[in-house]
C-alpha cells in the first residue's frame, strides 16, 4: 500500500525534499512550480504560511538536473536517483504535492487533514490517496510533508491529468482560524507550461515496468475471483436446470 510505502521512504523523501529546497533558491524553474498564500486573523492571533509545490515533470527534471550538476554524477547515477526519486514520489500511481506550513499564534488543529484538501482536474474534484499523518496532529510552527493524489481514474482506468487545461488545489478554509475570513485558498499549475519530459529515459521505462507489473497482478487476482464467481453461479445453474428436469419429469 501507499502508505506502507510512504513510511518505508520518509527519510529518503526528506532527502529529497532538503534537496529540492535549496535547488529552488537558485533555480527559478523550480520555483515556478511552487505557489505561496499568507494569512492572518484580524486579531493577530493566528498567522498563516503555507507553500504548495506540484511534482510537474519539468519540476523532476529540473530537480534531477540540479542534483547531478552539484554531485557531479554520472549519466548511469542521474538515472539511478531518477528512478529512486520518481519510485519514492510514487508518481507511476499517483500526484504528489509537498506542502509546507508555518502557524504563529494559536496552534491549528487539521484532523482529519485529508477532509481539508483536495485536487480538481477538468471540474472533478479528487481527495488524497494518502499524505504524512503529521498533519492530523496540532500544528504550531513549521509542518511539512508529502500529499498525493490519485493519478488514474478509478472508474475508467484513464490518466487523469490526460488533456487537461491545468491541475488545481483546494485548501478548505474552515482548517484555520486565520483563513476563515478570506474564504479557500486555491492554487492553480498550468499544465501547458509544464514542458518537462519525464516520459523518456530509462528511469521512466523502468517506473512505467513496475506500474505494469503491479497492474497485471491485480488484473490477474480479478480475473481470479470473477472466475470463482463464475464457477459458483454455473454450479448454481446446474443444480436449477437439474431440480427443472425432477419436477417436470414427475
Known sequence: MLKCKLTASLILLLIVCTASYSAEKEDPVLRAWSHETNAQTKEGDQSIRIKATYYSNEYVEALV??????????????????????????????IPFHIDMTVRGIPMYAQPFDKHITMMVSGK???PIDYDRRFNFKILGSRD?????????????????????????????????????????????????????????????RLEADRLIKRSSKIDEERAELQKKLDELNREYKEINSRIDELQSN
Open 65 to 94: 538536473a540540479s542534483e547531478a550538476e552539484k554531485n557531479l554524477w554520472t549519466a548511469d547515477e542521474m538515472e539511478n536517483y531518477k528512478y529512486t526519486l520518481l519510485k519514492n514520489l510514487n508518481l507511476g500511481e499517483s
Open 125 to 127: 474534484k479528487y481527495s
Open 145 to 205: 510533508g508529502m500529499v498525493y493524489f490519485p493519478r488514474y481514474d478509478e472508474k475508467t482506468g484513464k490518466e487523469i491529468l490526460a488533456g487537461a487545461k491545468d491541475v488545481r488545489v483546494i485548501f478548505d478554509s474552515s482548517i484555520s482560524h486565520a483563513l476563515s475570513g478570506r474564504g479557500d485558498v486555491i492554487w492553480v499549475w498550468d499544465l501547458a507550461k509544464d514542458r518537462g519530459k519525464i516520459a523518456g529515459g530509462r528511469a521512466a521505462d
